[in-house]
């Protein structure tokens, strides 16, 4: 997850590096979930900075705690910290997840038997990654947005999940009576390492077309990042505003540049100020270019698991 403050140029980030997260969680049991009412589940949200969706849910029956709703996490994460004193979390044995020269790697310990609810759906024995919040960077970025941890949206997998950013709405349906809307279009949606891809074709500002395969993290709230590098036709800019990104474990700097347009299914959607990155992206460590949730600002969006589809309305 990264978090943009456009009026000051900069950007704070919490991308969580995938690989190492998933193996530590492997093995542990899977959450029960608990349904009630009808289908769909409707979830209020409160929008942040960009587009970030903030989902509220009760932990363990004692504290209310502000989740962003990100793509781009493969695991829930809670925040040790002021928002979450309730808790009682203990993360006084928190170390490197991961490689610790990865950006992307937090610092934390692994939870197991929580509990959340989300208005009518319920999970509990959800195992989760405890951060303790000094150890972020641009601390200040972060507690802009009002947060105590992540979801990433596969925690939904069971429904389609509608992301609805005009009603500000996040909406669960049961696949069996849900159909993409009228119009809608659709890209083929593939994971690794639990976090989400789709192949499309992108048009530079100089017309060159070409495909590529992007990473789909609502947990950035730009519009689209491209890796400088990702295809010949990606070069870094030399001028543009420049923008500070603090991942959990650094910081680098991003330039504002060029337009692109993105090709989805039948629509064409242009992208006004990318901001191109020339490091790789922190989720694969390659460099894949990455959608984020102000792309999808004014629209509906349907993660549908079970039809392996990501689809715009």
């Known amino acids: 997850m990264r978090m943009t403050a456009r009026a000051i140029g900069t950007c704070a980030a919490l991308a969580l590096a995938g690989c190492d997260l998933h193996q530590a969680l492997m093995g542990f049991p899977e959450p029960t979930v608990s349904v ?3 289908s769909p589940v409707e979830l209020a949200y ?8 903030l989902l509220r849910g009760r932990v363990n029956r004692r504290a209310d705690v502000d989740f962003i709703l990100d793509t781009g996490a493969p695991v829930t994460v809670l925040l ?6 309730a808790l009682g979390l203990d993360t006084r044995e928190a170390k490197p997840l991961g490689d610790p020269a990865n950006p992307a790697t937090p610092t934390g310990v692994i939870g197991k038997g929580f509990a959340i609810a989300f208005g009518g759906v319920a999970y509990s024995g959800l195992s989760a990654v405890l951060v303790p919040e000094r150890t972020l960077p641009c601390r200040e970025r972060f507690e802009a947005v009002g947060f105590g941890g992540v979801i990433g949206a596969d925690l939904f997998r069971r429904f389609v999940v509608e992301i609805d950013t005009v009603a500000k709405v996040v909406r669960l349906h049961e696949p069996d009576a849900w159909k993409p809307p009228e119009g809608a279009s659709a890209l083929a949606l593939t994971f690794q390492g639990r976090h989400p891809f789709v192949e499309t074709r992108l048009r530079m500002s100089d017309g060159r077309e070409f495909d590529t395969r992007l990473n789909v993290d609502t947990g950035l709230n730009r519009a689209l990042t491209l890796v400088a590098g990702s295809h010949p036709a990606v070069v870094m800019p030399t001028q543009g505003e420049v923008r500070r990104s603090c991942l959990v474990n650094g910081v680098r700097e991003d330039r504002v540049g060029p337009a692109v347009t993105v090709h989805w299914g039948g629509a064409r959607i242009a992208v006004p100020s990318p901001v191109y990155s020339d490091s790789p992206n922190p989720v694969d460590e390659t460099r894949t270019s990455t959608i984020g949730v102000g792309f999808f600002q004014g629209r509906r969006f349907f993660i549908d698991y079970r039809g392996s589809r990501l689809v715009l309305a």
């Open 46 to 53: 409160r929008e942040g900075p960009g587009g970030l969706v």
């Open 36 to 38: 009630e009412g009808g």
């Open 80 to 85: 040790d910290g002021p928002r979450t004193t």
